[in-house]
């Protein structure tokens, strides 16, 4: 193993990764378990085999393997639809939120894509308001068309699971699967991985060297990669997948779960092979399913902010390998899998790294001048308000609210609990820009027709055209004191309108007619409650409403100060 040690610390030198680890287990025994380069840059401190890493999405097969047992127990069942268990579950698409299975939960078939910053961007919210906010989420295939990653679909699979038990999902994989297997260095947040000794730092490359990300925690959102472990714990978790369940003598997992897990559950869409040595079989449930050289292989990889990972195992030769990196969207848990791989399967050595770095340089680049050429398009096009114009705050019922704010420093917008820096492209639209996401995001205001800003859309989901966030009306608005400036009687001819405070709000009784309540848009601006396309607009005079306009083609009503205003 020195000379394989040997090449990996290779290929981590090549992709200029802070640290790797990386274990590989044989018929049963841990063949290899060790950490290279550093854990922690600043403090010069070593990765070691018990050295934990986030391990983003290889997380979902902890999630399948829970609900494989429960399925096991007799608690749960495939094929029965989610809102048997869960009633309050709901889609966009009604034959989705019908049909929907336990199964499909983990296979990627929901038809909705991944619309991540809903989970991202408010990492606080409980598992349960989450799944209450899918309804409001567009897809963009029909159920069961095809197959497309989804991360809330895990989040919802652990949901179930903790419904199911009546305690969490972190609280069942660590009962059912974390204590059994003996895997002691594994917890679920950045905040109980730093209470180990042995912790990661995690970075991205840069030309200067490694920069540090901040931790990302998304307790939400667990269930689809929050979990934290080293290469020693999970070493003993493949010993368990390629042992029928079974380690130390000890069923942990019947096997009859572990092989509907392996199992190709949905085809993956055909796509073009960079590399005639692999392709894909399809997914299974938490696991992907692969043809590596003539070899069926099970893996995942997993990603999250300063952290890559991939488990991969070839159940022919009882043999798998786990890499373990603290470098954001690495390349290198593949190239350092493929390299044990062609090792355990007796292969000549193919150049995985110089592929895949070659590939990954080349992205880069072209990725650096596709935004350049972008931000050069119509520069001078200025914006068609006042900066003034667009703060406000901004609200999409899957996504939460957006906010808007303007300072000496320009336009910055904040979602949830994610900031972004923004800059004007052109017109009315602004590139956001966040932390670990190296794309821009356009962001485009959009007015009315009476020219006031009304929405954003901002490209959150590239599967479906951009979220559209309506604008929110002030709590400063809203106010009984400033609305009961507007209170009484207005008349146009033999036409009367009786404005009345309510409460909370503007009610207008026109005569004739029926009672209209105001919703207010602007600080003398309302539109119509159920007809938002008519507007009531105020004239003031000294703090005082002297005439009411209402369009489209109504009239103007002139104040009537003969009239009780109460």
Not at 301 to 314: E, F, L, Q, S
């Amino acid at each position: 193993m020195e000379g394989l040690t040997g090449a990996l610390e290779r290929e981590r030198q090549r992709f200029a990764a802070p640290a790797m680890a990386v274990a590989v287990v044989r018929d049963g025994r841990v063949e290899l378990a060790r950490g290279l380069g550093l854990r922690d840059v600043d403090a010069g401190l070593p990765a070691t085999e018990h050295t934990l890493f986030a391990i983003g999405s290889t997380t979902k097969a902890f999630t399948a393997t829970l609900l494989a047992a429960l399925v096991g127990d007799g608690l749960l069942e495939w094929d029965r639809p989610v809102r048997e268990y869960l009633p309050r579950f709901r889609l966009r698409d009604p034959i989705a939120t019908e049909l929907i299975t336990p199964r499909d939960l983990l296979c990627h078939d929901s038809g909705l894509p991944r619309h991540d910053f809903t989970w991202y961007a408010n990492p606080d919210l409980s598992r349960r308001e989450m799944v209450e906010r899918l309804r409001h989420l567009e897809p963009n295939r029909t159920f069961r068309q095809t197959w497309q990653y989804n991360n809330l679909m895990y989040l919802v699979a652990g949901y179930l699971a903790g419904e199911l038990l009546g305690s969490t999902w972190e609280e069942a994989v660590h009962e059912r699967l974390l204590a059994p297997l003996g895997m002691t260095d594994t917890c679920f947040s950045p905040a109980a991985a730093r209470l180990f000794d042995d912790c990661s730092r995690g970075y991205r490359e840069r030309e200067t060297g490694p920069e540090e990300l901040p931790p990302k925690d998304f307790p939400v959102c667990g269930p689809a990669g929050s979990i934290y472990s080293s290469v020693t714990d999970l070493a003993r978790w493949m010993v368990a997948n390629l042992g029928d369940g079974c380690i130390d003598g000890r069923e942990v997992v019947p096997p009859s779960a572990l092989k509907t897990l392996y199992a190709p559950a949905m085809a993956v869409a055909e796509q073009t092979a960079l590399w005639p040595e692999r392709f894909g079989i399809g997914y299974g449930l938490g696991w992907a399913l692969e043809s590596y050289r003539g070899h069926r292989v099970v893996h995942h990889g997993g990603a999250i902010d300063g952290y890559t990972a991939k488990v991969a195992m070839a159940p022919s030769v009882g043999a798998g390998v786990v890499v373990l990196t603290n470098q954001h969207g690495s390349p290198l848990p593949d190239v350092a899998c493929d390299l044990v791989l062609d090792d355990l399967l007796d292969l000549p050595v193919l150049p995985w790294g110089e592929r895949l770095r070659g590939l990954q340089q080349a992205a880069r680049q072209g990725g650096r001048e596709a935004i350049d050429r972008r931000r050069a398009t119509a520069v001078d096009a200025p914006p068609s308000h006042g900066l003034g114009a667009y703060s406000g705050e901004y609200r999409h019922l899957g996504y939460g609210t957006l906010s808007v704010t303007v300072d000496e420093d320009g336009l910055h917008a904040r979602l949830g609990e994610l900031d972004f820096d923004a800059t004007h492209r052109h017109f009315d639209t602004w590139d956001l820009h966040y932390g670990a996401i190296e794309v821009p995001l356009p962001l485009t205001f959009t007015a009315d027709a009476d020219g006031e800003i009304a929405s954003l859309a901002v490209s959150l989901e590239p599967a479906v055209p951009p979220i559209v966030f309506v604008r929110q009306t002030s709590d400063e608005l809203s106010g009984p004191e400033r609305l009961a400036a507007f209170v009484g009687r207005y008349t146009m001819g033999e036409l009367e309108v009786q404005v009345r405070l309510q409460q909370t709000h503007l009610h207008a009784d026109i005569a004739g007619a029926r009672t209209f309540t105001l919703e207010p848009k602007t600080e003398t601006g309302f539109t119509v409650r159920g007809l938002p396309s008519i507007r009531a607009d105020f004239v003031m005079s000294h703090g005082r409403a002297t005439e009411l306009e209402i369009q489209p083609g109504v009239g103007v009503f002139t104040r009537d100060d003969g009239a009780a205003t109460t």
